[in-house]
């Protein structure tokens, strides 16, 4: 009982851990598409008063407004995601559906993978699935030795003294001594089925636990994996985050200067906007699985995230 509440209390954890990242990822994609139409609103305004002047045709305004509908609606999808992510958080922690939950985000460098014989090690011996297949795997155990000796012999010894106030008899005091044996020589079977019962169980326990460490091993294999990735593509989103935004800044000095066209314009802030979107989605990737890796190994998520 102790080792199966333990397992529920670390997966209602992990569930708390994941629905709060994905509380803070809306939350930054809701910033990244807020920056997103600014952006294009801003850049239509400029288009807008271009074509006011002459400067530009009206072919230039409807890539334009095309992109800041888009962007918006993308806003309109985030938000709404965020009041899912926000309404499962607070149902997790018994809330009102509806209370503004404030949640503070953490600052995470990817960390160093560890060795995967040693995580699967780790987790073999700090799991509480395992621990519980063990201890029945003993108790079985011990359950056939007390079954096995159920028909041995049972030696008593029994004695007594009694005494009784009378002077007409030769001996008032009387003492008793008795020892015997006895034991059961035909039970039908039921003791050796008993024996055969306990050990099939043993066997069924052993094949269960081999195989709940089978899938523990696969579940390490695959949050370390998938930890991996992310820390990859954190690295590789972060460098196209900065040169992303580079890029619109380049873009709208050629612009002005009549270097460039406005779908330019435009294309470097779709690709700004992508790379945002894809450096944050990596960032809370790499926090989630870094959370699920270390609820798989066995360590306490509740300690680690308290520090």
Known sequence: TKAHTEA??????????????????????????????????????????????????????????????????????????KEISQARLNNILSLPLREN???????????????????????????PEVTFYTDQISASKLTERAKAVENFPIVFLDGGYSYTENRYQS???????ELGAKMNFYDGGLARAELFKERSRQTQLKEQKNKLIDDIRFEVEDSYYSLKNACEKVFVAKDALEQADENVRAYRVKYTA????????????????????????????????????????GMDLKMIYEK
């Not at 001996?171 to 001594?177: P, R, W, Y």
Request: hydrophobic share 40%; net charge negative; glycine share 2%.
């Open 171 to 177: 001996h008032e005091g009387n003492s008793s001594l």
């Open 8 to 81: 529920v209390k670390r997966v209602a954890t992990l569930e708390f851990i994941i629905a709060y990242f994905n509380l803070l990822e809306t939350e930054k994609m809701i910033a990244v598409f807020e920056k997103e139409v600014e952006s294009l609103s801003s850049y239509l305004d400029d288009i807008q008063h271009l074509y006011e002047q002459g400067v530009v045709v009206k072919n230039d305004l409807l890539p334009a407004k095309v992109k800041l509908a888009d962007a918006k609606q993308k806003l309109i999808t985030a938000q709404n995601e």
């Open 101 to 127: 939950t404030q949640p503070q985000d953490i600052q995470m460098q990817p960390p160093r993978l560890p060795d995967m014989e040693v995580a699967w090690t780790t987790a073999q011996d700090q799991r």
């Open 258 to 297: 009549g270097s460039a066209t406005s779908t330019d314009v435009l294309e470097a802030i779709t690709l700004q906007t992508r790379a945002e979107v894809n450096y944050y989605s990596a960032d809370y990737e790499l926090k989630r699985n870094y959370a699920k890796l270390e609820y798989s190994v």
